[in-house]
């Protein structure tokens, strides 16, 4: 197995996600674009980058969502998190066990993780529409700067 964007991988930094909003849920869709957001926080005007930005980059999309939902589902078989039905479709949240497992986790990874997680969940989600941000990653050209309109004001 390749760790490199393994649905292990992505799962730890949904949980990240989720322990963060905890016990707020999210929708597959809002965790796509904020694990983007995550490892990408300097092109949405936040703390450095997690990941280099390397020109395919948004090809990320694409098969994120496929990754994401492996590694929830790894989350969820561990007790981690759980998967809901509202009205607006099906959510995750962090379960009570969820925020004491990112807290055990000590490396300078996940303390850099767990850094952007705050800042994505507090500073950069709540002004986001995630249907906007997600067509203009889709279809604006690699080397080109995000519009305005996905940064937070």
Known sequence: MNPLNSPLEVGVRALALLAESHPEPMD???????????????????????????????????????????????LIRAGLAGIEAHQQGLMYRATERGPAFIDILETPYVD????????????????????????????????????PEVHRD
């Open 112 to 147: 850099r993780l767990r850094d952007r997680a705050e800042w994505v969940v507090h500073e950069y989600a709540p002004q986001v529409e995630v249907d906007a941000v997600t067509r203009n990653l889709i279809n604006r050209p690699a080397d080109t700067p995000l519009p």
């Open 28 to 74: 597959l869709a809002q965790l796509v674009v904020l694990d983007y957001a995550l490892l990408h926080s300097a092109e949405f005007d936040g703390p450095p980058s997690l990941h280099p930005d390397l020109p395919t980059r948004t090809g990320e999309l694409g098969m994120k969502r496929r990754v994401l939902e492996q590694g929830l589902l790894v």
